[in-house]
């Protein structure tokens, strides 16, 4: 058995209140080859992971083959169908933005096929929305449908000029801004694009015609001047586009990972140097997709040379990791990961999610352990803290107030047991936390449906001058997880946020208790400025002693961190939930200072649960509960 041991002076709790850098560490969430959205439980760990090994932007896919990953009204009314037949019953998106604030990650819903709305199994196959809506169809100048038939020609494209094309699009943009609590939104080599073969629907060349004194569009379509004008009408879409996000809140970060230009431009009409020199763009993340690192070295200098110096803070790079049975190399990710710094590229997002857990997380834990392993911000946000990790109180913490008869049962929760109530004199749960800074927050409670829970569980949410009773059915196994009982508005402090009582329970049932997290509402505290964001201390607890381990909950490693006055002899010991021993350091000397110690749990051979990292310091004895997820 193997133990990491690492002690070392730090600056005071530098992982939470001195950033060291901004950079843009990002990934994209597929729905294909990939496993993590079709399970809530999967969603969960995937965020815990990504967190865990630096990376602080999320792009989940909400628009593929013609569907909406989220249950969407839009679609409903133009289609009948209201999400992906895959994840009827669920809302993938919904769990995504959850789980990654929680992490103090932000989520850029990724609009992945744009214009393109099917992709076609054979060439009749036009898919369902060009079915009902014909001309809403890219078609070339023989009246076929429009694709780069030697590159990807199982596309069915939309008319990205056809008005009636841009407001459906706009319309599914604006409902994902309009419902979720989202950090900006994303498009990629299909919007604003079409195939240079495209353009000659009857729409587009009616269009055209009007503004040019009634001539047809020129036969070649690769004509400049015909290009030309095609690229500006999606241009002038993409600019309406940005303006319409930007006015739900300049918060909100406009993204785009465009074809390399000016390929795509060439090939897709894809036009992104207007877009960053004609600022109307956040995010300029262009695919450098290549096999090779001097292939990518060679690519993105190219992709440098059409950026101007002043707009550089807003270009990142898209890195290929995985694809097929291809997948990078460690040495190949660090050194582009070292060149875009070396061009001061301050970030990249990756292509895709599975290739940082393949080979058993090579690659992931490759850079937790390198160039991720310092804490990193976004660039966009100026410094500041714009997704502040989720605030959560367990109902075993010392700061939850009990009334009544309640027993801890080893039904898994969020950390470990839940806990539950049949008795007929009132009994109750009152939760108190640590507010950081004054705003409004997201309450959401922990559920664990079982079938002899209440149906009417009483929840009474309580906000800065006020309170409002919610109740909640904890049999119904759609509510499992995190379920949201309300915005609440709280002023910094120790603050009461909920009580759960049982004064309305059916007899023979229970009521079931476990943790409740507060999340900053951006749609609704846009402006509140998040510069420093420390551990909550308890009371009457010194902060120089306070123990806590990052990431917690973890899934290989952790850190336990803790402060001290001045050297100590010191010994650390693990304890499962049924008070077992499962590790113990033996005594050693930690220095003044800030100190940390590795614990590699995939060492210890011990199962998934929740564990007790006891801390003595001989004069103090410290406990922090840690989570552990194979």
């Known amino acids: 058995?193997?133990?990491?041991?690492?002690?070392?002076?730090?600056?005071?709790?530098?992982?939470?209140?001195?950033?060291?850098?901004?950079?843009?560490?990002?990934?994209?969430?597929?729905?294909?080859?990939?496993?993590?959205?079709?399970?809530?439980?999967?969603?969960?760990?995937?965020?815990?992971?990504?967190?865990?090994?630096?990376?602080?932007?999320?792009?989940?896919?909400?628009?593929?083959?013609?569907?909406?990953?989220?249950?969407?009204?839009?679609?409903?009314?133009?289609f009948g169908v209201q999400i992906h037949?895959?994840?009827?019953?669920?809302?993938?998106?919904?769990?995504?933005?959850?789980?990654?604030?929680?992490?103090?990650?932000?989520?850029?819903?990724?609009?992945?096929?744009?214009?393109?709305?099917?992709?076609?199994?054979?060439?009749?196959?036009?898919?369902?929305?060009?079915?009902?809506?014909?001309?809403?169809?890219?078609?070339?100048?023989?009246?076929?449908?429009?694709?780069?038939?030697?590159?990807?020609?199982?596309?069915?494209?939309?008319s990205g000029i056809n008005p009636e094309v841009q407001n459906f699009m706009t319309s599914l943009v604006m409902e994902v801004i309009n419902n979720y609590d989202v950090d900006g939104i994303q498009f990629d080599d299909r919007l604003p694009a079409m195939p240079v073969e495209g353009g000659y629907d009857s729409v587009t060349v009616l269009i055209y015609k009007r503004e040019n004194n009634n001539n047809n569009p020129p036969y070649d379509y690769h004509d400049p001047n015909w290009k030309r004008w095609r690229a500006n009408k999606m241009n002038q879409y993409f600019k309406k586009l940005y303006d319409t996000v930007k006015s739900k809140g300049n918060y909100l970060i406009f993204s785009s990972a465009p074809s390399v230009y000016p390929w795509g431009y060439e090939y897709y009409l894809q036009d992104s140097k207007t877009w960053i020199d004609s600022n109307y763009i956040d995010q300029l993340i262009p695919q450098i997709y290549r096999y090779d690192y001097y292939s990518y070295v060679s690519e993105l200098n190219n992709q440098l040379n059409h950026i101007p110096l002043s707009k550089r803070n807003k270009f990142f790079s898209g890195i290929l990791i995985k694809l097929g049975n291809y997948l990078i190399t460690p040495d190949y990710l660090l050194n582009s990961i070292k060149y875009n710094r070396q061009r001061n590229v301050m970030g990249e997002s990756f292509f895709f999610y599975e290739g940082l857990r393949a080979n058993n997380n090579r690659l992931g834990d490759t850079l937790k352990k390198s160039l991720y392993n310092l804490v990193s911000i976004p660039p966009h946000r100026n410094g500041n803290i714009f997704r502040p990790k989720g605030i959560i109180k367990d109902d075993t913490s010392q700061s939850t107030i009990r009334i009544g008869n309640w027993s801890i049962l080893s039904i898994p929760g969020f950390y470990?047991?839940?806990?539950?109530?049949?008795?007929?004199?009132?009994?109750?749960?009152?939760?108190?936390?640590?507010?950081?800074?004054?705003?409004?927050?997201?309450?959401?409670?922990?559920?664990?449906?079982?079938?002899?829970?209440?149906?009417?569980?009483?929840?009474?949410?309580?906000?800065?001058?006020?309170?409002?009773?919610?109740?909640?059915?904890?049999?119904?196994?759609?509510?499992?997880?995190?379920?949201?009982?309300?915005?609440?508005?709280?002023?910094?402090?120790?603050?009461?946020?909920?009580?759960?009582?049982?004064?309305?329970?059916?007899?023979?049932?229970?009521?079931?208790?476990?943790?409740?997290?507060?999340?900053?509402?951006?749609?609704?505290?846009?402006?509140?400025?998040?510069?420093?964001?420390?551990?909550?201390?308890?009371?009457?607890?010194?902060?120089k002693s306070l123990i806590l381990n990052y990431p917690n909950p973890f899934n290989s490693s952790t850190k336990i961190?803790?402060?001290?006055?001045?050297?100590?002899?010191?010994?650390?010991?693990?304890?499962?939930?049924?008070?077992?021993?499962?590790?113990?350091?033996?005594?050693?000397?930690?220095?003044?200072?800030?100190?940390?110690?590795?614990?590699?749990?995939?060492?210890?051979?011990?199962?998934?649960?929740?564990?007790?990292?006891?801390?003595?310091?001989?004069?103090?004895?410290?406990?922090?509960?840690?989570?552990?997820?194979?």
């Open 1 to 78: 058995m193997k133990i990491f041991i690492r002690l070392l002076f730090l600056p005071i709790f530098s992982f939470y209140s001195n950033i060291l850098s901004q950079e843009l560490r990002a990934v994209w969430i597929t729905n294909v080859d990939s496993n993590v959205l079709f399970s809530d439980r999967a969603i969960q760990e995937a965020m815990d992971y990504l967190a865990s090994i630096g990376i602080n932007t999320v792009y989940p896919v909400v628009w593929n083959k013609g569907y909406t990953l989220y249950p969407s009204s839009v679609m409903n009314q133009h």
């Open 85 to 158: 037949p895959s994840f009827a019953g669920r809302n993938p998106l919904e769990k995504v933005i959850i789980e990654a604030h929680r992490n103090g990650m932000e989520v850029i819903p990724w609009f992945e096929f744009g214009f393109s709305s099917w992709y076609a199994q054979n060439q009749n196959d036009s898919g369902h929305i060009i079915k009902k809506y014909p001309h809403w169809a890219c078609l070339d100048r023989t009246g076929k449908f429009a694709t780069r038939e030697s590159v990807f020609p199982q596309f069915i494209w939309m």
């Open 416 to 543: 470990g047991g839940i806990s539950w109530t049949n008795d007929t004199t009132y009994s109750s749960l009152e939760y108190f936390a640590e507010v950081p800074f004054d705003a409004w927050y997201h309450l959401y409670v922990y559920i664990v449906p079982n079938i002899i829970a209440t149906t009417r569980a009483r929840y009474t949410i309580y906000s800065q001058n006020d309170s409002n009773v919610v109740f909640v059915d904890q049999s119904k196994s759609s509510n499992a997880g995190w379920y949201k009982l309300g915005d609440v508005y709280l002023q910094k402090g120790n603050r009461r946020v909920l009580k759960l009582d049982n004064l309305n329970l059916e007899k023979g049932k229970y009521i079931i208790s476990d943790v409740i997290m507060l999340l900053l509402n951006r749609k609704l505290s846009p402006g509140v400025l998040v510069t420093d964001v420390k551990p909550e201390t308890p009371k009457g607890h010194d902060y």
């Open 561 to 630: 961190f803790f402060n001290l006055y001045k050297s100590k002899n010191v010994n650390i010991k693990i304890f499962d939930y049924l008070g077992r021993l499962v590790y113990d350091s033996g005594d050693f000397i930690a220095s003044k200072g800030e100190n940390y110690y590795d614990i590699d749990f995939a060492t210890l051979n011990v199962s998934s649960g929740i564990y007790f990292c006891y801390l003595n310091l001989m004069d103090q004895k410290k406990t922090v509960k840690m989570v552990y997820i194979r």
